[in-house]
């Protein structure tokens, strides 16, 4: 079974990093996507302890030291990619690690700013022949589904990118499932923490599924995330 874990660990962990490391430790993935990674002392921290956990092979988005972007660190060996025109201001919001059997994608996507990550993805990087996963904070989703709102920007591009193939694979396991991955100070709830992947994918797709617990325990604001293939 492999194991492909996403978390938004919040402004680059602060004061919460042994925590954060202590979580991924128990849940025991091989892929680690960490999104709100900062380029920074902290940032340094994880890196190494990660690498002290088996994590040798990582990329994460370059960008100034309190900037927020994401990281892909794995216990297998892979290709990286970084997209230095992916977007004028946010191009470090999306990375790209290369397995023989799909290319993986970690986005931390920009809240409620223009950018064109999504529009970079569909018409310039994804190639029908080669599967990829995209997974992290893409902080949008479906409207009145992932919030009971109407508030998500990027719906539009979301469902383009399903056009071409992509599949929610938490709502393909779970389609009627009422659950969120973060929530604001008045209690509302939103699922910005998605995996997608490209549907000739989903023979191998055995599981994906949020562990709550690390939020409520207060390890970040965001729930993680698991994507299990096998």
């Given at each position: 079974?492999?194991?492909?874990?996403?978390?938004?660990?919040?402004?680059?962990?602060g004061s919460r990093i042994a925590k954060i490391l202590k979580a991924i430790q128990t849940m025991d993935c091989a892929i680690v996507i960490l999104s709100e990674f900062h380029n920074n002392d902290s940032g340094l921290k994880i890196r190494t302890h990660l690498i002290k956990l088996?994590?040798?092979?990582?990329?994460?988005?370059?960008?100034?030291?309190?900037?927020?972007?994401?990281?892909?660190?794995?216990?297998?060996?892979?290709?990286s990619a970084l997209f230095e025109k992916a977007d004028e201001n946010f191009s470090h919001g999306i990375v790209r690690a290369d397995f023989p059997a799909f290319a993986l994608y970690g986005g931390y996507f920009p809240h409620k700013k223009k950018h064109r990550l999504f529009q970079f993805l569909t018409e310039e990087e994804l190639d029908a022949e080669r599967p990829s996963i995209l997974a992290g904070d893409l902080n949008t989703g479906k409207?009145?589904?992932d919030q009971k709102g109407n508030s998500f920007w990027y719906t539009e591009e979301l469902e383009t990118y399903e056009e071409m193939g992509y599949v929610d694979a938490f709502r393909q396991m779970y389609p009627d499932a009422k659950e969120f991955s973060w929530y604001s100070h008045q209690g509302n709830g939103y699922r910005y923490d998605h995996s997608y992947v490209h549907e000739s994918l989903?023979?191998?797709?055995?599981?994906?599924?949020?562990?709550?617990?690390?939020?409520?325990?207060k390890c970040s604001d965001h729930s993680p995330m698991i994507l299990e293939l096998g």
């Open positions: 079974m492999l194991k492909i874990l996403s978390w938004n660990i919040q402004q680059g962990g088996g994590y040798l092979h990582q990329v994460v988005g370059a960008c100034p030291p309190a900037t927020n972007t994401v990281g892909i660190f794995s216990k297998i060996p892979c290709g409207n009145y589904v989903l023979p191998i797709v055995k599981n994906c599924y949020y562990e709550h617990r690390y939020r409520e325990e």
